[in-house]
């Protein structure tokens, strides 16, 4: 009588166990995609532009306050014949923004500059301005799932476009966290802290809707060291990059 009761015992703790670790299953699915961001601001700035570091400022408080808005920097190179040339800049980063200002018809490209979900721009220094930008912006329509095996970084997209219209997906490798000695230019002197710095960005696949899955090797997240990558979901055509519809964030070095 003692075995079988101990065997039932047994038997239910099992049950118990197995219900709860589903449970907790589940719980964790759920808040790995709650993590993933909603909203995406680019930070157009340069270590020679004497007003950008409190863009650089802002941007640090945003990456440390919401998981939910995906705050990278893209260095320009532009100002580099200022006396300093900025050790993170990229002209891909400068044409990128030239696009954005040709796309919107304003031509407005200037330091420091966000722009949120790859439509509307704001000064980057006025959070206020930033804020009300990051209210507006339209929820994404795409879902972006993205995992890292040992040998392959894979993006799963899925959901809707505007009828006609088609997205690249594009593949970010981001500097997490960087200090810079400033030694000449309008910055000349100071020490300046960034996070979240794109090193490489670049396409990856086009889609075209519905559910497909995108690869490529792992390989090239180890090129400089960087520990997170970023993979944007973005309408495109003849006129270059335009709204962001989906997005997805990883430190590759801890498998989140």
């Not at 808005?69 to 400068?94: C, E, I, R």
């Not at 490209?109 to 722009?115: L, N, S, W």
Request: glycine share 8%; with cysteine.
């Amino acid at each position: 009588m003692v075995g079988l009761t101990y065997r039932k015992a047994r038997q239910a703790f099992r049950k118990s166990f197995i219900a709860v670790a589903g449970i907790v299953g589940v719980i964790a699915a759920v808040q790995t995609a709650d993590a993933q961001p909603q909203k995406v601001i680019e930070l157009f700035t340069s270590q020679g532009c004497s007003s950008c570091p409190p863009a650089d400022q802002l941007a640090e408080r945003l990456v440390e306050e919401d998981p939910k808005v995906l705050t990278v920097l893209m260095p320009v190179d532009y100002w580099d014949y200022l006396g300093w040339k900025d050790t993170f800049a990229s002209p891909v980063h400068s044409q990128r923004q030239r696009t954005y200002a040709t796309r919107r018809g304003d031509r407005s490209v200037y330091t420091p500059q966000m722009v949120i979900n790859g439509e509307e721009h704001v000064v980057g220094s006025r959070e206020r301005d930033v804020r009300a930008a990051l209210d507006r912006a339209e929820p994404f329509t795409a879902d972006v799932e993205l995992k890292i095996s040992d040998m392959v970084v894979q993006a799963k997209v899925d959901g809707s476009l505007p009828e006609g219209a088609m997205a690249t997906v594009y593949f970010l490798r981001i500097e997490d966290e960087a200090t810079v000695d400033i030694g000449r230019g309008e910055n000349a002197g100071r020490k300046i802290k960034y996070v979240n710095v794109v090193r490489n960005l670049q396409p990856i696949g086009v889609w075209e809707g519905g559910e497909e899955t995108f690869r490529m090797p792992k390989s090239k997240l180890m090129l400089k060291g960087d520990a997170r990558c970023a993979i944007l979901v973005q309408i495109e055509d003849h006129d270059g990059p335009g709204k962001i519809i989906g997005a997805a964030v990883m430190d590759w070095r801890d498998g989140l």
